[in-house]
């Protein structure tokens, strides 16, 4: 054996001696082997409430097709704000999510001191469910159905409170359409969630909330909130004798809440079709979608459950929303 031939041996074997040793780069180790730990979706409302729901069903789904665990972290403030900063600066690895509803795309138009950029720190991952949401009420209101609630709500002197998760959240953004569309004053009161707003109403400490399907439905089927009217151009199923707010008197009151996955810019492709993946699975997952209609909801179709098809919506509601803050003038800083 020659020289050359004895160090090319050693050069074959140190390559296959490298290839079998784990890859311990942190971007090509994502792709080599992902995930191979824990997953943490930040819900950046507080626990028990909407989007805390959402993050629930699909990380226990997510988490049985990608082989880890996926557990959620709530991280709650400033409308929401607060949890995306949080992923912004998280590594670009795939295992800090955030799940992020139509208050991203509001974000950059209100917060004009937001510490991350919504188009340049994430990545899409997919988009999940579009929520109908309701307009609730503590149980003790004198109301019994919409018109009467917006006599009462318009009545000289009337002093009303209506909570909402924060600004630019999903339920400020039904509570200033409410107030705009009746002209009349509310006072709003920001909380870290819906989730507490349901305490605050049950306990008639507030007098009302629009809020997602996924945290409302078990509240107004057990007749704990008084429930006023559907978001939606349709009744829900699963709320049938729930009007729709045009039912009501109120045609402009019609909200519909997205959702989709965000992971900090620069995660591997690889890393972000996996996920993406793993949702489409979690969407079409029996358990998940059964558990979707009981509270109202449905899963996106494949086909906007992608990268693409959340950065198309989210560059065009970033878009849409700009105008209509900047003309209101109301900032959140
Ligand atoms: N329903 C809230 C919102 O207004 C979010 C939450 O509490 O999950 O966006």
Redesign the pocket.
Known sequence: MNIRSIATRLAGGLAAVLLSLPVSLPGAQAQGRFPDRTITIIVP??AG????VVARQLGEAMGRDLGVSVVSENVTGAGGTIGGQRVAQARSDGYTLLLG?I?VATAPSLYRNLPYDVLKSFDTVGLITPVPMTLVARPNIPAANLPELVAWLKRPGAEVNIG??GLG????LCATLLRSLLQTPMTPIAFR???PIMTELMAGRLDLTC??TT?TVPYIQDNRVRAFATTTDQRLAALPNLPTAAEGGLPGLTVTVWHGFYVPAGTPRPVIDRLSQALRTALADEKVVTRFAELATTPEPADRATPEAHRALLEAEVARWRPIIQSAGEYAD
Request: charged share 10%; glycine share 16%; net charge negative.
């Open positions: 409302f507080a409430g909407p989007t805390d509803n208050g909402h998760a959240s999903a339920s400020h969630g819906t989730a809020d997602q945290n």
